[in-house]
């Protein structure tokens, strides 16, 4: 960072940094635009008027602006509905541990407010690593050089995690195919050695069949299955259910490129799978990645630097999260709402749970009324006028409309925190700040310090400060915990997690499930209720499942990230708004011929939960069937105030109750 006289004037990356070597992606460079932006949210905001599209608001202290909400939630918390009607919502805004989980959790859990189960994005994922792993642990990222095959699954690395690229074509130099298998042929097929376009939904049934043709070959490491696996007679007898010829009628792809994958899967020696998490936002998302994440242990992979899968590397970081949130202050018998069913929280009378009614939502480091699926249920909910809405932020955003109060909060660049990683092994610190706070606006962390004084909250650890939060953070001994101390993270600003160089987790077992070992056959599994083996779910929304509602809504909609936003983040940042032009909706020639739909037409996408209009764009590179509307526009920077999530549904996954944003049938026809 380059500050010029308490100005941030130009931003990079650390070129030391042994995983980002220095490159921002496309948005993270637009950061001092976002951060300067005319349009920041710099003090207290009050709305005037009506709740909704168009709400007005008008500039307060802070001191009115915390006395309101102190005495309205006191309030609340004094009524006969009491302290759970009150609803915290926050997710991935910042996924820093002091401004993402920290003090908020402090004063929520302090208050007994409602808890949030925070599914948005990745529990289902998560569940089935848990399930099949015991955690989301998987393949050091800095050992895919040595991979000799790399399949991309279902993940768009070059648009979502452009960081691993470089690892990818490292291996690519030494010999390694790459392989993409998804519906769309993303930018990062487009680099692949081949694209496979799988129908959606149905990646189990690709590795089923994958693991039939291994066994069927003899390209199992049957030393590897008999040492460290559970259940490898019964997952054997399970793939023989998925021969190459019904595998490719479930998933679209020829019988013949099944076994020939399967065959130079098996025949690799330390083969990389990146899955992400754009394949678990369907019915069976917790399955399919459950039954992906069997493949390296079928052909003992995961002995070797380079092999393996990876979701994700969150649970090898231990940070000291008891101490950060104070789990110990949540009153027994506290309820926890969904966060994918948000709609339904605020719609039921009893939240949908049991319970109070909501009667107050906060919401920090989230854009629910653009991003929680359902939008239009959410936002009829967030439109009642009995409910008391706060938004921290920096912008104006489409859940600042429905906001009675709208507090500034601080960016990243103007506040302290403290980063782990989902993709590599690193921990970051953000300290000093690179910046003064602009305007009035203030961190996360201090304004709740704020309120809960202004509440009358007297217990201390509601107002210990940044430095001491960091220190607590750090206050653990776990083993791999052991170099991230406060000085090694002030030196260098980053530090590896302690494991050895390379890092092959599982390369000798040691799987953090109960038995140890990979589990093909999981007792926990069992006694939820659910199979216990590897096993194809088809989407709800499919001719398999609903052959009268596929014939109505034939076409599959995904809706993944843009390249040029984060989530509903840089929506409204000039130079990334112009690259992603509008919102668009790209179809197969075919399909949008049969509909009379022609290059750069206004479209409108529906269903039965609502719709929203487009710009159609058409390219071979998607499946038939398949639209994709890459998110997530602000509703109110959308031609007709809607955005796609006013298609997606409420159902939710397999396991982990994750939302199911790409298991959504629509139909598409020109607009008007
Ligand atoms: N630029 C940018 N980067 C981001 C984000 C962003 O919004 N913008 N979001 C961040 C967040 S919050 C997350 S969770 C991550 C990961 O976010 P993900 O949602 O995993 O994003 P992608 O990597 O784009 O992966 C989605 C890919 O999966 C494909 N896909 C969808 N359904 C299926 C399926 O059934 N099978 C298969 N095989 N493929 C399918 C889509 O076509 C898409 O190309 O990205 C992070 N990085
Ligand atoms: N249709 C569809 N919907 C999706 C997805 C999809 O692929 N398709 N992806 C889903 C996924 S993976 C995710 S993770 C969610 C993400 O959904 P959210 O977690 O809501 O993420 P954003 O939309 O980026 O909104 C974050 C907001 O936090 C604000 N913010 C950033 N930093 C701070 C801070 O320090 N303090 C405060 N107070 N505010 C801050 C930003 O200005 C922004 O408005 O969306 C989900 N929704
Ligand atoms: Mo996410």
Redesign the pocket.
Known sequence: MTVEAGRATRIQGDPSHPVTQGFL???VNRYLERTYHADRVLTPLRRVGPKGPGARFEPTSWDEALEAIASRLNAIIASPDGPQSILPYSY?GTMGLLQGESMDRRFFHRIGASLLDRTI??TAGMMGMRMTLGASIGTDIETVPESDLVIL?????L???PHLWPFVLQARERGAPVIC????K?RTAEQCDEWIG?R????AALALGLMHVLFAEGLQDDDYLRQYTLGADALRERVQEYPPSRVAEITGIPAERIVTLAQQYGRARAAFIRI????Q??AGGAMAVRTISCLPAVTGHWRRAGGGVQLSSSANFAFNKTALQRPDLIPAGTRTINMSLLGEALTAPDAGVGGPPVRALVVYNSNPAAIAPDHLTVTRGMAREDLFTVVLEHFRTDTCDYADWILPATTQLEHDDLHWSYGHLYATLNIPPAIAPLGEALPNTEIFRRLAARMGLTDPCLQDDDARLITQALETNDPRMRSITLDALREQGWVRLELPTPYLPFAQGGFHTPSGKCEFYSERMAAMGLDPLPTYTPPYESPERDPALAARFPIAL?S????Q???STFVNVGSLQRAAREPEVSLHPRDAERRGITEGMRVTVENDRGHFEATARLREGIREGVA?AP?IWWAKSSPDGRNVNATTSQRLTDMGAGPVF?DNLVEIRVAG
Do not use: E, Q, V
């Not at 699954?153 to 690395?157: F, L």
């Not at 992400?276 to 394949?279: A, D, E």
């Open positions: 992606c496309t948005k991935a994005c990745a699954w279902g993940t768009n690395t648009t979502s995690n298998i998804d519906p769309i993303t799988i959606p939904g149905t990646d992400n998490y754009g394949l936002r369907h995904i993944s990230p843009a390249h936003f984060m989530n994709w998110g790409y």
